[in-house]
């Protein structure tokens, strides 16, 4: 990443970061070095915290590479490239199109590219947004923006505390809950047209042990290969493309 473009999405230093948040900026994460708590960023941290952005501790030496070495004095901010939306947001997009909810779940999908890519696949396929975990993920940063080839300005990405409990609230509004995973249903044999979320795993370990639990139905890729496993991107895409193509009604044949 060119030095300028890391400029342009950190704000760094207590005076700046504070008056950040107080101006209401959207901020993704906030890094503070490791132990600090007193004075002026102790009151950024309580900010922070009440305004809900995430807040990492990090270590002051990978603080002043983050920056390029500039006076960071304990503290840096990420800005994110686009707000996050709300789930209920996502489910009054599928409502003004007159569609059963399409929303995509990415579980700690933690490369920014691949994040941007599925953002944009999900853009074309018909999706009515995403859903990502606050924590352990990529964010809505600029690489993602990027990625997702403009996809950001048009396609929700809701961020929630927990993803089981978000999952259970989904189903509990009339949501079906497909995951992916080598073992399952053949993804092209499922009935996709109904109310459905489609989880996408972390693209070392898969879906998190409690948020499998939370699936209704797991989908599976036959594979022919000796690498048994796809990228987290190109397997929602093949997913994703199958729902669209049953919503359309489109022949298999």
Not at 150 to 155: D, I, K, S, V
Request: glycine fraction near 10%.
């Amino acid at each position: 990443m060119e030095e300028k473009q890391v400029r342009d999405e950190l704000i760094i230093g207590r005076n700046p970061v504070m008056e950040a948040l107080k101006a209401g900026r959207n901020i993704d994460t906030i890094f503070v070095s490791k132990g600090e708590r007193q004075g002026s960023i102790g009151k950024i941290i309580a900010t922070a915290r009440d305004a809900g952005v995430l807040i990492k501790e990090t270590d002051p030496k990978k603080l002043g590479f983050m920056c390029g070495n500039a006076n960071h004095q304990g503290v840096i901010a990420k800005v994110a490239a686009h707000e996050y939306a709300t789930v209920d947001d996502l489910f009054a997009r599928a409502e003004e199109k007159g569609e059963p909810p399409f929303f995509i779940i990415a579980d700690e999908v933690s490369d920014p590219h691949n994040l941007g890519a599925i953002i944009r696949t999900a853009e074309c396929a018909g999706a009515h947004g995403v859903i990502v975990p606050k924590r352990r993920s990529a964010t809505l940063n600029y690489t993602v923006d990027k990625t997702s080839a403009g996809a950001l300005e048009y396609l929700p990405v809701a961020r929630v505390s927990n993803l089981p409990a978000c999952m259970e609230e989904l189903k509990e509004r009339g949501v079906w809950i497909y995951g992916t995973d080598m073992e399952g249903e053949t993804w092209c044999q499922t009935d996709l047209k109904g109310p459905m979320a489609l989880v996408v795993g972390n693209e070392g370990k898969g879906m998190g042990r409690l948020v499998r639990e939370k699936c209704d139905f797991i989908l599976s890729l036959p594979m022919s290969g000796n690498i048994q496993s796809l990228n987290a991107s190109v397997a929602a895409g093949i997913v994703m493309y199958e729902v669209h193509r049953q919503r359309l009604g489109l022949s298999a044949q």
